[in-house]
């Protein structure tokens, strides 16, 4: 059998890895349908086993998701007004589902406390915090949260001016910079 030529055409659908990988462990025909029947049963076991999973399995998913999330929004640079405290912690309840009621006594809280939290009227307290972290049993840990809490205090400070003419009746005798010539 006479070798297949290979054009620039053809090695543009795949990534240098992939060319790399080809050149080091060259595929044969049988080894590539082989290797395709056992990709497609994998991926056929995982979605049966996705299908599959318990409440309590898929409560623990969406949690994992749920820290990426906080994690990665925390990393970010940008800032959503939206993605603050109460969205998190609305996120968290849900995933759990379960009523804000039944979710307070979980967490010793009044339910009308969590409700100021969930909508913004009142910052959660270091406790109410912690509490957090042990409800999910560390799966997302209390300084995610503190960290979250920092960062939508970081734009507060940053962007709204009405703080700093509001905070400007108090100082006296500013320091005066004198730029050199």
Do not use: C
């Not at 969590?114 to 799966?139: A, C, K, M, V, W």
């Not at 100082?171 to 050199?180: A, G, R, S």
Request: proline letters at 4%.
């Amino acid at each position: 059998m006479k070798p297949k030529t290979t054009t620039a055409e053809d090695l543009q659908k795949y990534t240098h890895a992939e060319l790399a990988d080809a050149l080091v462990f060259p595929a044969t025909e049988p080894l590539a349908e082989y290797e395709k029947q056992e990709q497609e049963q994998f991926w056929a076991e995982r979605r049966a086993k996705f299908e599959n999973r318990s409440v309590q399995e898929r409560i623990h998913t969406d949690l994992l998701q749920l820290r990426f999330r906080l994690e990665d929004y925390i990393q970010g640079d940008g800032y959503e007004e939206s993605l603050d405290f109460g969205y998190f912690l609305n996120e968290y309840i849900r995933i759990q589902r379960k009523k804000d009621k039944m979710f307070a006594q979980d967490v010793d809280v009044k339910p009308y406390v969590l409700s100021q939290y969930l909508n913004g009227h009142r910052n959660p307290t270091d406790r109410f915090i912690i509490r957090l972290e042990l409800h999910s049993n560390g799966l997302i840990p209390a300084l995610l949260w503190f960290r979250l809490l920092q960062k939508e205090k970081e734009f507060e400070i940053a962007h709204d001016p009405a703080i700093r003419k509001e905070e400007n009746q108090y100082v006296k005798n500013k320091i005066e910079l004198v730029l050199p010539s």
